[in-house]
């Protein structure tokens, strides 16, 4: 006997599409959030679109190893005026987002390598 009350399990990380829908959703979050957005929406402007097929490939290197991202994103982001605030709200947000749509290895992973990321930037910003 199933119970129709249960959410279905989640799926792993393991497409582009996942990446994609990763990314998307993520981002919906990012250009609502009262801490991020005013960042981001003034670096990207009307170019989300393009931001958001680089976040794709960036992902989609990180988990799947699809190659597509070459650039650097650690230099990209240094002039940025960001803190240790906008760093706890991105890891936030991005946990939520992987949490709603993933579960599993890959998911984790993601999670992890954000926060490792997040880390990074920071400890790199702090020392500007």
Not at 67 to 79: E, G, T
Not at 89 to 113: C, M, N, Q
Request: proline share 4%.
């Amino acid at each position: 006997m199933t119970n129709n009350n249960q959410p279905a399990a989640k799926a792993d990380i393991a497409t582009e599409e996942d990446i994609k829908t990763l990314v998307y959703r993520f981002y919906d979050k990012v250009r609502k959030d009262e801490v991020l957005a005013p960042v981001f929406n003034a670096v990207i402007q009307d170019d989300w679109d393009a931001h958001l097929q680089k976040m794709c490939d960036f992902w989609g290197t990180l988990l799947l190893y699809t190659r597509k991202y070459l650039d650097d994103p650690m230099a990209k982001h240094m002039p940025l005026p960001i803190r240790q605030e906008h760093f706890d709200r991105w890891l936030l947000l991005f946990g939520e987002t992987v949490d709603e749509h993933f579960a599993g290895d890959l998911a984790g992973e993601a999670k992890r390598r954000a926060g490792n990321i997040a880390r990074l930037m920071n400890n790199m910003k702090s020392r500007q």
